[in-house]
């Protein structure tokens, strides 16, 4: 088994900055691939980035398409700890952010169901 402990988030202006955790213990070989999922009001769970224990980042579309340049995905793999550095927040950004892990490398990073662990969810509110 592992778990994981989410910290951070909370309430910001836009144009603020959060930093996310995301703790592993337990079965640490669970860890091997760990990813950001996030959940807008109303809306479906998106992968937002995955990491693996090697430092290897595959990241979703939207991450492409709207966070690069303000999100950033990072482990530390002596602390069994992955972030999500967010910065240049934007309204759009406000939704429950998950941290996820899996011990398997293969298969799609993307789809909820392939994560065996689940962070408890943390709030992040962007107001204008």
């Known amino acids: 088994q592992v778990q994981l402990v989410q910290s951070g988030g909370g309430s910001v202006q836009a144009g603020g900055s959060l930093t996310l955790s995301c703790a592993a213990s337990?079965?640490?070989?669970?860890?091997?691939?760990m990813a950001w999922f996030r959940q807008a009001p109303g809306k479906e769970r998106m992968f937002v980035g995955a990491i693996t224990f090697l430092g290897t980042l595959n990241l979703s579309a939207d991450y492409l398409d709207s966070m690069r340049g303000r999100f950033t995905i990072s482990r530390d793999n002596a602390k069994n700890t992955v972030y999500l550095q967010m910065n240049s927040l934007k309204p759009e950004d406000t939704a429950v952010y998950y941290c996820a892990a899996r011990s398997d490398y293969s298969g799609t990073y993307y789809d909820p169901g392939r994560y065996n662990y689940w962070g408890q969810g943390t709030q992040v509110t962007v107001s204008s």
């Open positions: 337990g079965r640490t070989f669970g860890s091997n691939v």
